[in-house]
């Protein structure tokens, strides 16, 4: 079965803008997870979204968000970007009832901010 | 909070060695743990899990310890192949809190 797949692969953005990554997970999975993943901090958890809603949220600013649609497609939105914004951007799909054990990854989104 | 981290950044092993990766974690609530392979380009791929009420497991040449006196797991590869050239990164978590994730260990298989 197909995997957890996150779009961009790569992308470059301009300080002060801002940027949409999406993620579809695994096919019945409905807990996406979003992780931050830099040289420096290693991966950081930014939210979790079961059926549409949040169910956790990392130590991250306001300017990065997310959400999860019905078909527990979710997306996560960073504005006003900055330098340090710059990372690899990790969604984990799980089956229901087994987050956080069950967490299969995607390959990631590469976002470098200039 | 709960913190989880490595003792070492880097290992370097010889093929066909057994190679140890440690993690200490700190929230002693912790009952679910999970080490994880990251190769270059690629997400974190799942080895094998623990949880707070075994002491050890056994996968395919692979065994997570876990010694919760201590707060201390280790990941042991047996028969280390040039494949297993990547990033392990162990995890916690307590309850169904999200996996709290330790910086990493590269290892490096020279053959």
């Known amino acids: 079965k197909a995997g957890v797949t996150q779009t961009p692969r790569y992308l470059i953005k301009t300080r002060g803008q801002q940027v949409t990554l999406s993620c579809s997970p695994i096919?019945?999975?409905?807990?996406v997870s979003w992780y931050q993943q830099t040289p420096g901090q290693g991966l950081q958890f930014l939210f979790e979204?079961?059926?549409?809603?949040?169910?956790n949220k990392g130590n991250f600013p306001g300017r990065f968000s997310g959400r999860q649609f019905s078909n527990s497609r979710s997306e996560m939105n960073v504005s006003t970007l900055e330098l340090g914004d710059s990372a690899l951007y990790l969604c984990?799909?799980?089956?229901?009832?087994?987050?956080?054990?069950?967490?299969?990854f995607g390959s990631g989104t590469r976002l470098t901010v200039v | 909070g709960e913190s989880v981290g490595l003792h070492l950044p880097t290992l370097s092993v010889q093929e066909g060695d057994n190679s140890i990766i440690n993690c200490a974690y700190s929230?002693?609530?912790?009952?679910?743990f999970i080490w994880y392979k990251q190769e270059s380009g690629k997400g974190p791929q799942f080895i094998i899990d623990?949880?707070?009420?075994?002491d050890k497991r056994q996968g395919q040449r692979v065994t997570v310890l876990l010694n919760k006196t201590v707060k201390h797991l280790s990941l042991q590869i047996a028969a280390t192949q040039p494949g297993d050239s990547a990033v392990y990164f162990c995890?916690?978590?307590?309850?169904?809190?999200?996996?709290?994730f330790g910086k990493g260990t590269r290892l490096s298989v020279i053959a």
């Open positions: 984990a799909s799980s089956p229901p009832g087994q987050a956080p054990h069950g967490y299969t």
């Open positions: 979204y079961f059926s549409e809603t949040q169910r």
């Open positions: 096919s019945g999975h409905r807990s």
């Open positions: 995890a916690g978590s307590a309850g169904n809190t999200p996996l709290v």
């Open positions: 929230n002693s609530a912790s009952d679910y």
């Open positions: 623990i949880r707070s009420n075994m």
